[in-house]
């Protein structure tokens, strides 16, 4: 088994948020309890003709550290106040195109786009933002043409964020 242990802690810091992913996704692993990260994907394409507005609910969890983040609803409800990344990637296939936008309680905060000619492509976004106690983040469609959200074995859409 894998425990915490003061040079886990050095690796962290050097490598995070990928180290926390890397060993997260064990069992074998106790994670110190006030971490945060969360990186959940789409378990298939969505139905096609998505709404303006739909709010992506990303249902495979693969970490919740702090438990934030809610497969039910697609939205990440913030734990503890700071400084929060956030990072999504979309995916469509052939002729297909999608916008996204990131939204803090509301209000938009970020977007992107991905756009397919033919074939797979995704897009992929950042942003960093400071979220207190109870916000609420999440990834809903801004606009859709002739397109599903793809998410398969070629290429995952997906959503994930960490303190």
Request: net charge negative; charged share 10%; glycine share 10%.
């Amino acid at each position: 088994m894998i425990v915490y242990t003061p040079f886990n802690d050095i690796l962290y810091k050097l490598f995070s948020p990928f180290y926390l992913f890397l060993l997260a996704d064990t069992s074998l692993v106790q994670v110190p309890s006030d971490k945060i990260a969360f990186y959940a994907y789409l378990s298939q394409d969505t139905p096609p003709n998505l709404p303006v507005s739909y709010i992506l609910k990303f249902d495979t969890i693969k970490l919740n550290l702090g438990q934030g983040y809610s497969q039910g609803d697609g939205i990440f409800t913030v734990p503890r106040s700071g400084v929060y990344v956030f990072t999504w990637t979309i995916a469509v296939s052939s002729s297909g195109w999608s916008v996204v936008d990131i939204v803090l309680n509301g209000e938009v905060v970020g977007a992107g786009n991905a756009h397919a000619p033919q074939g797979l492509n995704s897009g992929t976004g950042v942003v960093v933002v400071y979220a207190n106690v109870g916000d609420h983040v999440y990834i809903r469609i801004h606009e859709i043409g002739n397109s599903v959200i793809n998410s398969n074995d070629r290429g995952r859409s997906s959503f994930s964020g960490w303190l």
